[in-house]
T-cell receptor, first 116, second 111 residues
Framework: AQKITQTQPGMFVQEKEAVTLDCTYD???????LFWYKQPSSGEMIFLIY??????QNATEGRYSLNFQKARKSANLVISASQLGDSAMYFC?????????????FGTGTRLTIIP | DTAVSQTPKYLVTQMGNDKSIKCEQN?????MYWYKQDSKKFLKIMFS???????INETVPNRFSPKSPDKAHLNLHINSLELGDSAVYFC??????????FGPGTRLTVT
């Protein structure tokens, strides 16, 4: 079974600072995917970034990067130059990469608040 | 154009009633999902369909019945609603190995 752990229930960060959201995972699968989603107060789930377990390079998407450390089973999200609009819940998730069974297993989330 | 749409956005109903939530995706994806987000914001998979075939059923009470008339639609019917069914229900779709795109969610309140 897969498990995602997010140990930071809430974080407060000054605007323009970088922020790291922690995520560790547990799985016995060889092939898996790691994802980060953002959920603002409006409620929608917004995909941010994806890392495949066999990808050697850390994924980056604009101000988002995923610090993937396979041996430590961690997949931290780094947001550079934080903005007020980054205030939201952030969920780490993983999926098995078996065809037809790519359900996402989510962590409990981190509520990020950006302070002006 | 909305990629994954759900109707209704809000649903308030009484215990014991039967209700349905509809989901449609225009992304051409083969796989669709239903997730439930509880009051503590925890998201959990309920069902997934691949090309109209049920693939995942995560020990959801049989009062919940998904139906996929075609690969662009996945509806969720709930019989005999209970207070504990109050939650936000998200539909999502994906192609294999890629990110899942979520609908806007349906907030179900059972009174």
């Amino acid at each position: 079974a897969q498990k995602i752990t997010q140990t930071q229930p809430g974080m407060f960060v000054q605007e323009k600072e970088a922020v790291t959201l922690d995520c560790t995972y547990d799985t016995s699968d060889q092939s898996y995917g790691l994802f980060w989603y953002k959920q603002p107060s409006s409620g929608e789930m917004i995909f941010l970034i994806y890392q495949g377990s066999y990808d050697e390079q850390n994924a980056t998407e604009g101000r988002y990067s995923l610090n993937f450390q396979k041996a430590r089973k961690s997949a931290n999200l780094v947001i550079s130059a934080s903005q007020l609009g980054d205030s939201a819940m952030y969920f780490c998730a993983m999926s098995q990469e078996n065809f037809g069974n790519e359900k996402l297993t989510f962590g409990t989330g981190t509520r990020l608040t950006i302070i002006p | 154009d909305t990629a994954v749409s759900q109707t209704p956005k809000y649903l308030v109903t009484q215990m014991g009633n039967d209700k349905s939530i509809k989901c449609e995706q225009n992304l051409g994806h083969d796989t669709m999902y239903w997730y439930k987000q509880d009051s503590k914001k925890f998201l959990k998979i309920m069902f997934s369909y691949n090309n109209k075939e049920l693939i995942i059923n995560e020990t959801v009470p049989n009062r919940f019945s998904p139906k996929s008339p075609d690969k662009a639609h996945l509806n969720l019917h709930i019989n005999s609603l209970e207070l504990g069914d109050s939650a936000v229900y998200f539909c999502a779709s994906s192609q294999w190995r890629y990110e899942q795109y979520f609908g806007p969610g349906t907030r179900l309140t059972v009174t």
